[in-house]
C-alpha cells in the first residue's frame, strides 16, 4: 500500500503525521518543491525582524520524526490527474492533493506573500524595514498583521482595502476593534480603495466612495497581500474524496479544497489542519473496506495579531469578539499548540 501527499503545508503535513499515527508513515511519500515546511500564519513576524528560520521546519526533519518519505520536487496537478503514475515516477494506491493557496497577482514592484517565502532577499528587506514609508494592499488577516508589524518598527503606514472595513470576511466587530487600534498605531486606512499600480515611487489607487477618484501616494515599498486564491481548487465529498473522479484513489486537503457537509472550510491553518487527519483517516479506511466518517469539524475560533501587544479574535462565534491582551494570549497559545504539534505532541485529537 503507498500513498502519495501532493504539497506539504499545513494540511499536507497534518495528513502525513496522521497516517504515521494510523501505522501507515512508512508507506506514505510527501511531495513538496520546497524543502522547508513553513508556519505561513506566523510569517508576518518577520517585520519584526526575526528570521524566517523560526517559522520553519525542514521536511526531511519531519519526515524522521514521523516516519514517511519527503520527495524534494514539485508536482503538475495536471499532468497529476492526467497520468498519476508518469508524473510521481510511481504507482500509488491513494493520492491527497494538499497544494494550498498563493497570492492570485503579482503586479510589477510589489512584495507578495509568496516572494517573501521563496525570496532570502525580500525576507532580509522586510525584516530590516524601518522608518520607510510602506503601503499594505489589503485589509484581511494577513495584510492586518503585516501592517501593525511595520507600524511598530517606526515605519509610516498606508493599509488599503478594496471593501468598506477592515478583515471583511469576519463579523464586523471584529473590524471595528481593528480599525479602532491601526488609528492609535498612526495607521492610514483607506478603504473602498482600489489598488492600480506601483510606479517611480508612487503607488495608485482608486477610491471607490461617492465623489471619490485616481490618488497617488509616495511609497517606498509595497506589500501586496490581497487574499489567496486556490489553483486548482477541488469539490469534495464529506469524506475529502474528490467528487468528478471515479477511480477513487485521488482526495484533497487544505485551502485547495471544499468539502460538502457541516464541517468547517475557511481557508486557516486550523480547517487545513482537520481536514488533513481527515482525508488520512478517510485514505485508510477506504483501502481497508472500513466505514467513513463525515468531515464535521466545528469552527473553535480565529485570531489575529495587532502587533506585539495586541490582538482581536472570537471563540466558538464570531459575535463573541474580544481583543486585547487575552486575545493576544489566545494567538500566541494557537502558534504554540501547532508548533507542539510539529514535535510529535498529540495536542489536535
Not at 501532493?6 to 501507515?24: K, Q, S
Amino acid at each position: 500500500m503507498k500513498i502519495a501527499v501532493i504539497g506539504g503545508g499545513y494540511a499536507g503535513i497534518a495528513a502525513a503525521i496522521e497516517l504515521n499515527r494510523l501505522g501507515f508513515g512508512r508507506q506514505t511519500t510527501l511531495f513538496d518543491k520546497r524543502l522547508r515546511h513553513q508556519k505561513i500564519t506566523q510569517w508576518h513576524k518577520l517585520a519584526r525582524g526575526r528570521h524566517a528560520e523560526h517559522y520553519e521546519v525542514a521536511f526531511n526533519h519531519l519526515a524522521e520524526r514521523f516516519n514517511f518519505n519527503f520527495a524534494h520536487r514539485g508536482v503538475s496537478i495536471d499532468a497529476l490527474l492526467a497520468d498519476s503514475d508518469n508524473e510521481l515516477a510511481g504507482n500509488f494506491d491513494a493520492i491527497i492533493i494538499a497544494q494550498g493557496s498563493h497570492t492570485p497577482a503579482n503586479p510589477p514592484g510589489v512584495l507578495t506573500l509568496d516572494q517573501l517565502r521563496d525570496d532570502h532577499a525580500s525576507q532580509h528587506l522586510v525584516m530590516n524595514m524601518t522608518g520607510k514609508n510602506i503601503a499594505v494592499i489589503g485589509g484581511g488577516p494577513t495584510g492586518v498583521q503585516f501592517a501593525f508589524e511595520f507600524a511598530a518598527r517606526g515605519n509610516e503606514v498606508d493599509l488599503y482595502e478594496a471593501r468598506d472595513r477592515l478583515l471583511p470576511t469576519f463579523d464586523s466587530a471584529l473590524g471595528l476593534s481593528a480599525v479602532a487600534a491601526a488609528k492609535r498605531k498612526n495607521i492610514s486606512l483607506h478603504l473602498m480603495t482600489e489598488f492600480l499600480e506601483f510606479a517611480g515611487g508612487k503607488i495608485v489607487c482608486r477610491n471607490n466612495t461617492a465623489g471619490g477618484g485616481v490618488e497617488k501616494r509616495d511609497a517606498d515599498h509595497v506589500l501586496f497581500v490581497p487574499g489567496v486564491k486556490s489553483t486548482p481548487a477541488f469539490t469534495c465529498d464529506q469524506f475529502g474524496r474528490l467528487e468528478y473522479r471515479s477511480d477513487r484513489r485521488f482526495y484533497a486537503a487544505g485551502d485547495n479544497s471544499y468539502f460538502s457537509g457541516r464541517g468547517l472550510n475557511t481557508k486557516s491553518a486550523q480547517a487545513a489542519v482537520r481536514k488533513g487527519q481527515h482525508v488520512a483517516r478517510t485514505v485508510i479506511a477506504d483501502l481497508e473496506g472500513k466505514p467513513v466518517e463525515e468531515y464535521a469539524y466545528p469552527e473553535l475560533g480565529y485570531f489575529v495579531s495587532l502587533g506585539t501587544d495586541d490582538a482581536v479574535g472570537y471563540l466558538l462565534s464570531q459575535k463573541t469578539a474580544f481583543s486585547g491582551r487575552a486575545a493576544l494570549f489566545m494567538k500566541e497559545m494557537i502558534e504554540r499548540q501547532y508548533n507542539l504539534y510539529l514535535q510529535g505532541f498529540p495536542v489536535y485529537p
